[in-house]
Structure formats: structure tokens, C-alpha cells
């Protein structure tokens, strides 16, 4: 199987509701354990996937949107459908639906509230992203952020401070740059930094004392400095991340 087949498969497969061992899927799966480069275009693609189904779910529908639907209902007996001319009542209904499918859809409801930002990078740490900068030298990492549209001036707490660095990556949530600098504790686990705008987050934390909120296996803690919102993320309970203020 060649590189272009394997990614059209790997484009239509959803992890938990596919067949992983459907024969094209799993020469695909296994042709990307062994190609790096094909892996990260699917853990990408899988995130986009991820991502519109987030957009998706959080559309509100419009109000007005039930009664819409029930004056569509069937009409008394004197005024079935097919006692009227179908041409008339068939464009009508057409463009009602049409209407109605474009009003849903067209302009879904983006959720920039604090807590949907952590619980989303909290995703992103349990999939472990291969970072775009695999280095442990910090000046390396501030430099690649600052010219990759990251936040090269982001300030750690001290507990990370004589932690080594693993690397970094810059990407995007509701079109804002986030940036992550990932960490090794001496046990090998991972600890995960991400830096974004203070101002593209509603409720964000206010400031430089750290809210620490389990999220899942994660443990949590954020806070702003400046006009940067910090979030560190690993695994363990939360007098882990306390330790690092």
C-alpha cells in the first residue's frame, strides 16, 4: 500500500467506532506505525476530526427552531397535502429546510470559555504530540517559539525551572496561537506547559496565584502573568503540581 492510499484510509477511520482490524485499516495503521512523518499528518488530521465534532456539538439551535418544525406538522383533514398542488407546497418546504440547515450549521457557537480551553489541552497532553522541536535546550525552545508565532517569553514556575525540557510545539485553538513546552520528571513522565493570550480566553484565571483543578487522570494548575494565561498539565493528583510553585 502506497503513502497516498493509506492516508485516504486513515482519513475516513475514527479511533473507538471503526474497525482497526478491517484489512485496509490495519495495513494502513501499521504503515503509519512505521513512517513518523505519516503519523503525525493522522494524529493532525484526527485532531481536526476532533475538533469540528467539538464545533458541531456545541451549536445551540436557533431560536424559534421548534416552532419551525411543528408548523410543519401534517394540517387538519381539510388541508392534506395532497388536496393542495404539489408544485406549490414542495418549493416552499424546500426552502424552509434549506433555511433552517444553513442557520444551524452555518454559524456554530465558539466556546472560549476558560474551562473548555483546559479540558482541551488536556486532550492534547494525553495524546502525547510529537513536539515540532525535539531539544533540551531552553534558549532553542524560546527562539523557535518567537519566530513560529508563539510565546518566546513565556516565564515557568520553579519547580520547572530545573526540570529538563524535551521540546516544544506551536498550534492553534479557535484560530489562537497555543504554545507547549514539554518537560521529563525524573520518573519519565511528561509535564506539559501551554502558553496562550490571556485575552482570547473568557474567565481566565486572573492572576499570578495558581487555581489547580483535576482534569481526568491529569492534574491541573493556571494562571496569568501579564497578558499570557499559563496551564501546566501531567499526570498524578494535584499536591504533585502543587509542589511546583
Known sequence: MNTERAKKVLLLFRPGMDDPTEPETAASLAQAGADAELADWAREQQHWHESVREQFAS????LGLRAQLLAMRPQPESN????QPLWLALPAAAALVIGLFINF???PKVDNRFPAYRNW???VALREYRMDLSTNSLP???RYLATHRGHGDFSMPAGLRTMPQLGCRVFTWHNHPVSLICFEKPDQEL???FVTQRGELDGAPPGEEPVFVPVGAL???SWSNGNETYLVATKGDLNLVRGYF
Request: charged share 20%; hydrophobic share 60%.
Open 219 to 221: 492534574a491541573t494548575a
Open 140 to 142: 532553542e525552545i524560546r
Open 105 to 107: 450549521v452555518a454559524t
Open 59 to 62: 451549536i445551540e439551535p436557533p
Open 121 to 123: 489541552m488536556a486532550r
Open 191 to 193: 509535564v506539559w506547559l
Open 80 to 83: 392534506r397535502w395532497w388536496m
